[in-house]
């Protein structure tokens, strides 16, 4: 009975799609932000304190979590 339970999860996890467009935009957002890094160099220390912004808070929330 087990082997069939995991065999259902393993099922509804491979079909499960709702995180899917999230990672989607979040993907072309960086392309955008590296494209406007690579055309304006201006930008592109500003792009990358937004970036190091977002990942030291993506770092404490998995830490707290």
């Not at 393993?10 to 494209?35: P, S």
């Amino acid at each position: 009975m087990t082997r069939i339970t995991n065999l259902v999860w393993k099922l509804r996890i491979w079909k499960d799609t709702r995180g899917q467009d999230l990672i989607e935009y979040a993907l072309m957002a960086g392309f955008v932000a590296v494209a406007a890094g690579a055309i304006m160099p201006g930008v592109a220390t500003s792009i990358s304190t937004i970036f190091s912004k977002i990942a030291s808070t993506m770092t404490a929330a998995a830490a707290t979590s």
